[in-house]
């Protein structure tokens, strides 16, 4: 007996009418800042070797995918992210292009997820990769156009996050533990933990840095949050990231118009990629981010090709969602049908492209009979009849 033939998998979902249209509307507009600044589409495989997923496993444990074999047994996985695939392909097809590269994508991702209910396991993506440049320009320039998305939403109340994935592991990697242990800090950290993550570096020892550890997942807010920091904990590294970090919050303060500007220093993405800089974006009216980048200066490597690069993704299932909220849809009406007389078929297919070429959305009739085909228009509330025949005609 079938039990599953009427429904969708866990976390997937149909989208109907109004829900395509908003989302086509939200990539066409994000596409258009895309290709104002000259980046260029790419698309990717929905299903790649797992061994592009497997350079480092930290990336995306292997329970996290969803994995099946080919036709000759090789193990295969549904995408879990764009940027390792556009990683591939920069290391591998496009090796020989001049820097810097201006990539942008528009594909779904598949990430099994059973403990974060509510949360979808396929996502529409699009995003950009700056490839080939390690200058604060291409910073700034990725972090410009993310604002410049999420200002475009309908919902016209944003938010930016940015931090420093480097603060974190330089304080955690003073520690005297293994990687599962700073594993576990970083969980709870990201998960806002306090009581955990209390007890769990109380278990480890109570210093300098367990200390500086236990206050991260608090340090969000303005620009007073750095000066909180340095006296948590200094030396070189520590000082110069957060000096760096500054200078990079003082200047997108300047463009960020509208939007609010926060530092977020408990920001530890398990997508353990990101180098250095991060950033997450908010839209009012969802309560997760719709946007999160950032720079990744090793993963490229990985393939064999040691360049710099720097992107984001939006959740565009995400952003439809705040849209359909905000915004009014108007639904595509039908400006006429035409009714085709026996014998005068073609006639009736002419006509109805020949108005298409003008503009109109044009039904053909698909019943034997008039009286069947008023009643259609009136109960599709269609206000025109056209009948073709020796004459064409608009019936009354």
């Known amino acids: 007996m079938k039990k599953y033939d009427l429904i969708t998998p866990e976390g997937t979902k149909d989208l109907l009418f109004d829900e395509c249209i908003i989302r086509q509307s939200v990539q066409k507009k994000i596409h258009n800042i895309f290709n104002q600044r000259g980046y260029n589409e790419l698309i990717t495989p929905a299903v790649e070797f797992y061994d592009v997923f497997n350079h480092n496993s930290e990336y995306f444990p292997q ?27 920069v290391a591998t097809r496009l090796k ?31 995003g950009i990769e700056l490839i080939g440049s390690s200058a604060e320009m291409a910073d700034l320039e990725v972090i410009s156009t993310a604002i410049e998305v999420l200002a475009s939403s309908a919902s016209k109340s944003f938010s930016l996050e940015i931090g420093d994935v ?27 933990n306090y009581p955990a993550l209390n007890d769990f570096l109380d278990s480890i020892g109570k210093n300098e840095i367990t200390h500086a550890l236990k206050k991260l997942p608090r340090l969000f807010g303005g620009e007073e949050i750095f ?10 590294k520590i000082d110069a990231i957060l000096s760096n970090l500054k200078d990079l919050y003082k200047k997108i303060s300047k463009i960020i118009g509208s939007g609010t500007l926060t ?11 990101y180098t250095s800089v991060i950033i997450k974006g908010y839209l009012e009216g969802y309560g997760d981010e719709v946007l999160s980048g950032g720079r990744y200066d090793k993963l490229i490597r990985d393939f064999g090709y040691d360049v710099p690069a720097v992107g984001f993704a939006v959740n565009v299932d995400a952003f439809t969602d705040v849209e ?27 006509l109805a492209d020949s108005l298409r070429k003008d503009g109109k959305i044009i039904e053909m009739s698909l019943f034997e009979t008039l009286d069947e085909t008023r009643a259609y228009c009136r109960e599709r509330n269609i206000s025109k009849l056209i009948i073709a025949d020796e004459n064409v005609k608009e019936a009354e």
């Open 63 to 89: 329970e996290k995918l969803f994995k099946l074999t080919d036709s000759k047994g090789r193990l295969i996985a549904l995408r879990p992210d764009n940027t390792i695939p556009i990683a591939r392909i």
């Open 96 to 126: 020989e292009t001049p820097l810097p590269m201006r990539l942008y994508y528009n594909q779904s991702v598949f990430n099994m997820a059973p403990s974060l209910k509510g949360r979808r396991t396929q996502t529409m993506q699009t």
């Open 166 to 192: 480097r603060l974190f592991r330089e304080l955690v990697n003073k520690l005297d533990t293994d990687d599962e242990n700073k594993e576990i800090i970083r969980n709870y950290i990201e998960t806002k």
């Open 227 to 236: 000066e909180k920091t340095s006296k948590l904990f200094s030396d070189e």
């Open 263 to 273: 530092v977020d220093l408990g920001m530890v993405n398990r997508t353990d990629y």
């Open 324 to 350: 359909i909220k905000n915004t009014a849809v108007e639904s595509k009406t039908v400006d006429a049908v035409v009714f085709a007389e026996c014998g005068y078929e073609m006639k009736a297919l002419e």
